[in-house]
T-cell receptor, first 113, second 112 residues
Framework: NAGVTQTPKFQVLKTGQSMTLQCAQDMNHEYMSWYRQDPGMGLRLIHYSVGAGITDQGEVPNGYNVSRSTTEDFPLRLLSAAPSQTSVYFC????????????FGPGTRLTVL | AQSVTQLGSHVSVSEGALVLLRCNYSSSVPPYLFWYVQYPNQGLQLLLKYTSAATLVKGINGFEAEFKKSETSFHLTKPSAHMSDAAEYFCAVGTGGFKTIFGAGTRLFVKA
């Protein structure tokens, strides 16, 4: 099993550009989520999904969109990048959500100039 | 609202010394509690989790944590630190609504 994979590992954007961060898991987990990690703030939940076709907002959803067309994939879209979105982004999956262990991808380090 | 507080953003210990990382939580429902570890330039991985089966939880790499409901705490300990334990540690609480709340993290430094 590859577990949770994320691409790209690094990305530099200019303000106003859009892009998609990819996330895939091969563990047949229903629950997937996106977090951003900023120094001194831990991980903050952006969006999450409890299954294909079902998504919901987390703590910091503004400026981000998600969709879940398959169990395996959960892409995160930045609509119009801003410097405040400079961060490290982690995708995670688990079998049953908040009661269960989350498995994290290796992260995407995003810089917005 | 649920929350997690980790006391101390940085902790420094000598190799062989006791490691104690503190975590307090608030939750209106019986909590699911987790400790995750993050090594440099990697994602988080589970150290241990509390799911109400036992108050003392043993995890990987010799770590353990004790759930104390009266103190709303879930502190992480290891009797003897190794250099390889240097990392950032996150306490997390699983809440209702499919969400997990993470603490701000504690970076552990181990001195030779």
């Amino acid at each position: 099993n590859a577990g949770v994979t994320q691409t790209p590992k690094f990305q530099v954007l200019k303000t106003g550009q859009s892009m998609t961060l990819q996330c895939a898991q091969d563990m047949n987990h229903e629950y997937m989520s996106w977090y951003r990690q900023d120094p001194g703030m831990g991980l903050r939940l952006i969006h999450y999904s409890v299954g294909a076709g079902i998504t919901d907002q987390g703590e910091v959803p503004n400026g981000y969109n998600v969709s879940r067309s398959t169990t395996e994939d959960f892409p995160l879209r930045l609509l119009s990048a801003a410097p405040s979105q400079t961060s490290v982004y982690f995708c995670a999956s688990s079998y049953s959500g908040y009661t269960d262990t989350q498995y994290f991808g290796p992260g995407t380090r995003l810089t917005v100039l | 609202a649920q929350s997690v507080t980790q006391l101390g953003s940085h902790v420094s210990v000598s190799e062989g010394a006791l490691v104690l990382l503190r975590c307090n939580y608030s939750s209106s429902v019986p909590p699911y509690l987790f400790w995750y570890v993050q090594y440099p330039n990697q994602g988080l991985q589970l150290l241990l989790k509390y799911t109400s089966a036992a108050t003392l939880v043993k995890g990987i790499n010799g770590f353990e944590a004790e759930f104390k409901k009266s103190e709303t705490s879930f502190h992480l300990t290891k009797p003897s630190a190794h250099m390889s334990d240097a990392a950032e540690y996150f306490c997390a609480v699983g809440t209702g609504g499919f969400k997990t709340i993470f603490g701000a993290g504690t970076r552990l430094f181990v001195k030779a």
